[in-house]
């Protein structure tokens, strides 16, 4: 199976009609993924294994939505 790339997600029909629905921006999605490639990127002995707080960046307000 093929694994996605963060580009290909944020060019993925399905994945924007979900962010739609959900009132999350594309801008907003990008960010979470950078940060998750940013984190899975460091050595697995600076990694927390605590779930990340939502972050602030993170624009749930209906005048965001894509």
Known sequence: M???????????????????????????????????VRQNARPASDRSFALPKRPDSWNLDAAAHI
């Open 2 to 36: 093929h694994e996605m790339t963060p580009s290909e997600m944020l060019r993925d029909p399905l994945i924007r009609q979900m962010l739609h629905a959900d009132k999350v921006s594309l801008a907003s999605f990008a960010n979470l993924l950078d940060t998750a």
